[in-house]
Nanobody
Framework: QVRLVESGGGLVQAGGSLRLSCAAS????????IGWYRQAPGKQRALVAD???????SYGDSVKGRFTISRDNAKNTVYLQMNSLKPEDTAVYYC????????WGQGTQVTVSS
């Protein structure tokens, strides 16, 4: 199993940028896929982006062209670079490891002000 810890959340103005980190307790090369999800108040948790062990990435429609997911295998960390942030991006952001049982981090709050 793997433990995930998110960091990098905070308050940012609309149009600004923020980078989130997801640090894993195990080698991310042993995990087939890691994703970023978010959940805003009153809304369902939704996929933001994910990245495979081979480096292939995918994005939710609402963040395409603005967010970039990346990986640093040496640091066992997956990043989410968020640019051109909008107030509707405000949510708790979680990372998730697609392992046998699945592993969620505790989440990090991102708040985008107008």
């Amino acid at each position: 199993q793997v433990r995930l810890v998110e960091s990098g959340g905070g308050l940012v103005q609309a149009g600004g940028s923020l980078r989130l980190s997801c640090a894993a307790s195990a080698s991310i090369l042993s995990i087939n896929r890691i994703g970023w999800y978010r959940q805003a108040p009153g809304k369902q948790r939704a996929l933001v982006a994910d990245i495979t062990r081979g480096g292939d990435s995918s994005y939710g429609d609402s963040v395409k062209g603005r967010f970039t997911i990346s990986r640093d295998n040496a640091k066992n960390t997956v990043y989410l670079q968020m640019n051109s942030l909008k107030p509707e991006d405000t949510a708790v952001y979680y990372c998730y490891a697609y392992t046998q049982f699945g592993s969620w981090g505790q989440g990090t709050q991102v708040t985008v002000s107008s």
